[in-house]
């Protein structure tokens, strides 16, 4: 009988976790005590972004990543959103640009400057208007430029162009998601939500703690798990390998890990179970290393594994301890990392009850470790969009633009180049930006038609999305400047019609003349058991009368 060792020999098995001191992290940053399930904090090679606690509305902390040590209780924050804010994200493709999401129902794009947030920045550079109750995730595309996607608890899923003219954006490019005729399914209030590598398909998990795969550029559902011993909270696409991997619990309240095949959820590939804390694990994917990341809100661990295509798909490599607890946590790109001192990633664990924000990287050993080691720093993808939001609108699919590590090297880019370079964009758009606060709220003709052009569009994509249903606008607020079609009465916690569009077929007209006839004799019944109640009600105070009397 032959014998087999368990033992899988790994380049990445002595990987450790090394913090950095208190002079190198960020004291005194008083980091939100929001519940929501988020990283609050988002890191790119020249910024770090931290979610911040304040009264009055929502804020959030933009430091340089020198500006270490203990941080002024008075620093200026970005302070725009009228409600508590709930994620920011900064943009793959400009290090200046980042996006939030609150509970004022909004989600707003902010230029940071150069120098950094010298003075309270109140003023954003677009504000998406599109939701009705509170914004709580939102993503980039990973792929083309200017492409944010929110999700709120309205049970929409919008895809916006921020790209387009005007500091107010009310009409999104794309509805993935959303309720139709005021049925609200659990399948479209989301938890996680995850692209694939080049963008074409979005993995989601939901309120009903299943996992789906949507294309969203139309919103249709492609696959749904239905494994019933495996309640997912978040999801992660595995690139490069073509699996997905969630996060959640078991039917005995254990956490787990489960691997997918995208392309059939119907079983899963692996299942494992970890421990019985009660905090969401957040997992994390380096594409270049193969190497898997869980961290659980809450803990003060971090495991990490290594990927395979081959069974059992996952091998543990080791665990990070620590006795401060996490409450979320922020990852440096790759372009950011440190390549001489061997980093391979780099965590911001916010820290709350030392009002802490530690980096922690996580460090291959190696004898020489001053020199490029080539087999740790693969191509990985870099800081250029591979193409504009319009093509991938047109159902154009590119892999992202890669670019090397390695000191003094370049990468050619396999794309044609975008028309516009980073910084024209940006001077372009704080110039347009700048014009409308002068102009005032007014809106020309052009951006007029515009808008009914857009709006002609989306209605006839949602008819083609919906047959023999009209679709349901009310979670979008209608312009001020011209008359709308329809109008909406909403509020920050519901979204009800007015007045609903008129029927424009016959069968149509029937069938809304039958729900109302339904309607009506239900509440008929309503009306007749309530005087039913009056008058026993009645009786009964007469006879509580009565025999008061007769006791006196």
């Known amino acids: 009988m032959s014998w087999r060792s368990s033992f899988r020999c790994s380049k990445f098995r002595h990987v450790f976790g090394k913090p950095s001191t208190k002079e190198r992290g960020y004291d005194g940053v008083p980091i939100t005590r929001s519940v929501h399930d988020n990283h609050c904090c988002s890191a790119n ?15 959030f902390l933009v430091l340089p990543l020198h500006h270490t040590g203990r941080v002024d209780p008075q620093h200026p924050r970005v302070c725009g959103h009228s409600g508590r804010v709930l994620d920011v994200k900064w943009n793959p493709f400009d290090d200046h640009c980042i996006a939030s999401c609150s509970e004022d129902c909004t989600a707003k794009i902010w230029d940071i400057p150069v120098c950094g947030v010298q003075q309270n920045l109140t003023k954003a550079r677009k504000t998406l ?4 109750r509170r914004v709580a995730l939102i993503e980039w595309h990973p792929t083309a430029e200017n492409l944010l996607l929110s999700s709120a608890y309205d049970y929409k899923v919008l895809l916006w162009d921020v790209s387009q003219v005007g500091a107010v954006i009310r009409y999104p490019v794309r509805v993935v998601l959303m309720p139709i005729h005021h049925r609200y399914p659990s ?35 492609l696959q749904v798990s239905s494994s019933k011993s495996h309640r997912s909270s978040k999801v992660l696409y595995i690139r490069g390998l073509k699996m997905l991997l969630s996060t959640g619990s078991s039917p005995w309240n254990h956490r787990q890990i489960v691997l997918w095949d995208p392309d059939d959820l119907s079983e899963p590939l692996y299942e494992e179970d970890l421990d019985g804390s009660a905090g969401v694990l957040f997992p994390f994917y380096d594409p270049d290393t193969h190497m898997l990341y869980l961290a659980g809100k809450g803990d003060g661990n971090i495991r990490y594994y290594e990927l395979s295509t081959e069974k059992p798909y996952i091998s543990f490599l080791m665990e990070y301890r620590s006795l401060l607890p996490q409450k979320g946590l922020g990852v440096m790109p790759k372009r950011g990392l440190d390549v001489s001192a061997c980093e391979v990633f780099r965590f911001y664990r916010l820290i709350v009850i030392k009002d802490l924000v530690e980096p922690l990287s996580m460090i291959v050993p190696r004898k020489e470790p001053g020199i490029f080691q080539e087999d740790l720093y693969p191509p990985t993808a870099g800081n250029q969009a591979a193409m504009t939001a319009q093509e991938w609108l047109l159902g154009i699919n590119r892999s992202p633009v890669l670019m090397s590590l390695k000191p003094g090297t370049r990468v050619a880019n396999p794309y ?15 110039l347009m930006f700048q014009m409308d606060l002068a102009v005032g709220a007014g809106t020309g003709p052009n951006l007029d038609i515009m808008e009914e052009a857009f709006l002609e569009e989306q209605l006839a994509y949602q008819d083609a999305k919906y047959p023999r249903e009209m679709s349901d606008l009310s979670g979008w607020q209608p312009d001020e400047t011209q008359i709308p079609l329809w109008t909406y009465c909403c509020t920050p916690h519901c979204c009800e019609p007015a007045e609903r569009p008129p029927p424009t077929t016959e069968s149509e007209l029937l069938q809304a003349f039958y729900i109302q006839q339904d309607e009506i004799r239900g509440l008929r019944e309503q009306l007749n058991a309530k005087d039913v109640r009056i008058t026993q009600l009645e009786l009964d105070i007469k006879n509580t009368r009565n025999n008061m009397r007769a006791t006196f």
């Open 129 to 132: 208007i599109g939701h009705s």
């Open 187 to 221: 399948d479209t209030l989301l938890l996680s939500v995850s692209f694939n590598s080049d963008g074409s398909r979005l993995a989601v998990t939901s309120k009903d703690r299943r996992v789906r795969v949507l294309d969203p550029r139309t919103g249709r559902i």
């Open 45 to 59: 090679p020249c910024f770090i972004a931290v979610v911040t606690e304040c009264a009055g509305g929502g804020s």
């Open 416 to 430: 044609p180049e975008t028309p516009a370079e980073k910084g024209i964009v940006r001077q372009l758009s704080s």
